[in-house]
């Protein structure tokens, strides 16, 4: 599916062809066509109209800027390391959006048969006062143009999570949630393009029932102090 916000670069043909084993899981979803037949191939894993939900991450590390990414790279030959990120998008530190994967192909990852997965480059943290490295403002408006167009395009699109609401993983230090609880998205990015887009978008940030788990959103998550003015 076509997704058009201007200025998106589109890598799809580039990383059609990854589907080995990243961090000892596989890009694409189990039963996944892209698995199979590839993405060249005329089958899908799903119809937009089942699409519902957008799933906000942070990639902790993958500092890459829009200007390492070429924006006519998208030969199946072609490699990039932001080929390896499951992930239907990715923005860039400058706030680059670049679809990576079609959203009608179903990947390993938080958003499963229901949902689109976003990464945001970088590590960013979630403490109780904001330090160390800050989304940028160019990746806040690029988040929020992004998941703009996403709703304007697939009406369906009804809820916005970050994904520690959604799936968590080992136990943290609270021994409560998982890691993922409070560190994904993470403040910067669930505060500044998540919270603004139910506020602005009335996305819905409760799971719809039966389709994810809703383990809440931590308090971490939802902390004003990391609001930035853009």
């Not at 080995?20 to 005329?42: D, E, K, M, N, P």
């Not at 590390?61 to 490699?79: E, H, P, R």
């Not at 940028?136 to 395009?153: C, D, F, N, T, Y």
């Not at 603004?196 to 809440?216: C, F, K, M, N, V």
Request: hydrophobic share 35%; charged share 20%.
């Amino acid at each position: 599916m076509d997704i058009k916000l201007a200025g998106m670069r589109d890598r799809r043909a580039a990383a059609s062809d990854e589907t080995l084993s990243v961090a000892h899981r596989q890009i694409f979803g189990r039963g996944s066509s892209a698995r199979s037949a590839g993405t060249g191939g005329a089958r899908v894993d799903r119809e937009p109209y089942h699409i519902t939900t957008v799933i906000l991450h942070q990639t902790a590390g993958n500092l890459i800027n829009g200007a390492d990414v070429l924006s006519a790279d998208t030969s199946v030959a072609s490699s990039h390391r932001i080929d390896r990120i499951a992930s239907h998008f990715i923005v860039t530190t400058d706030g680059q959006p670049v679809y990576l994967r079609d959203v009608q192909f179903i990947l390993n990852n938080a958003g499963g048969r229901r949902g689109i997965d976003i990464e945001f480059c970088g590590t960013f943290s979630s403490r109780q006062v904001p330090e160390g490295a800050r989304l940028s403002p160019g990746a806040i408006i690029g988040g929020r143009a992004l998941v703009r167009a996403l709703v304007e395009q697939m009406p369906t699109i009804r809820f916005i999570h970050p994904h520690g609401q959604v799936q968590t993983v080992a136990a943290d230090s609270d021994r409560t949630h998982g890691s993922k609880y409070h560190s994904c998205s993470g403040p910067d990015i669930w505060v500044n393009v998540g919270m603004w887009a139910a506020e602005t978008l009335g996305l819905s940030t409760t799971p719809l029932r039966g389709t994810y788990q809703d383990h809440g959103i931590s308090s971490r998550q939802a902390n004003l102090a990391y609001v930035q003015p853009v």
